[in-house]
């Protein structure tokens, strides 16, 4: 079956520090892969996706890199800020004539300190 | 755009009772809409599918008896837990398909049921 698994949380960190989250994968085919954020008190929101091998997905200064041999696609950024304080979900969708179920890892809580 | 909203966003009900929870796409059609529950620091998991005007697909294991789905119009979708006892308590989230980028799910801010 398909499955997602990401670092446990809550990862704790100061302001401007590096984040990496990492998270990798096990499908029956060939992937597309997504990074949600959940905000508090918010709904899940699209952070990035990569929909094939060696794509980089990238949006609000975070980075993923679709690694096919690895099955991996770690979320990077470079300098967190307070307001990246929130839940990182990884996932993962086959296209299906069903329409793109996803598949979730269990979300890494972060919280970035001032 | 593209935003999901649901209500309530909190119930607390008894056991025995029924409890209707609603997905709205505010600014677009969703043409397919999904449930999932999640545990406490545990992993989204898909409930079902639901398209316009069909039935719902449910997934391996959750009881459509238990958990009907209504998706009436293409901003529309409603989950009633039914006779709902306290393994049921848990965080019921919706997203919705459609409107500019058709892959893309977008998602609602949660409902957390409590089930005395």
């Known amino acids: 079956g398909n499955s997602v698994t990401q670092m446990e949380g809550p990862v704790t960190l100061s302001e401007e520090a590096f984040l990496t989250i990492n998270c990798t994968y096990t499908?029956?085919?060939?992937?597309?892969l997504f990074w949600y954020v959940q905000y508090p008190g918010e709904g899940l929101q699209l952070l990035l996706k990569?929909?094939?091998?060696?794509d980089k997905g990238s949006n609000k200064g975070f980075e993923a890199t679709y690694r096919k041999e690895t099955t991996s696609f770690h979320l990077e950024k470079g300098s967190v800020q307070v307001s990246d304080s929130a839940v990182y979900f990884c996932?993962?969708?086959?296209?299906?004539?069903?329409?793109?179920?996803?598949?979730f890892g269990g979300g890494t809580r972060v919280l970035v300190k001032p | 755009g593209a935003v999901v909203s649901q209500h309530p966003s909190r119930v607390i009900c008894k056991s025995g009772t029924s409890v209707k929870i609603e997905c709205r796409s505010l600014?677009?059609?969703?043409?397919?809409m999904f449930w999932y529950r999640q545990f406490p620091k545990q992993s989204l998991m898909l409930m079902a599918t639901s398209n316009e005007g069909s039935k719902a697909t449910y997934e391996q294991g959750v009881e459509k008896d238990k958990f009907l789905i209504n998706h009436a119009s293409l901003t529309l979708s409603t989950l009633t837990v039914t006779s709902a006892h306290p393994e049921d308590s848990s965080f019921y989230i919706c997203s919705a398909k459609g409107g500019l980028a058709p892959d893309t799910q977008y998602f609602g801010p949660g409902t957390r049921l409590t089930v005395l």
């Open positions: 600014d677009f059609q969703a043409t397919t």
């Open positions: 996932a993962l969708s086959l296209i299906k004539a069903a329409g793109n179920k996803l598949t």
């Open positions: 499908a029956t085919g060939y992937p597309s």
């Open positions: 990569a929909t094939k091998a060696d």
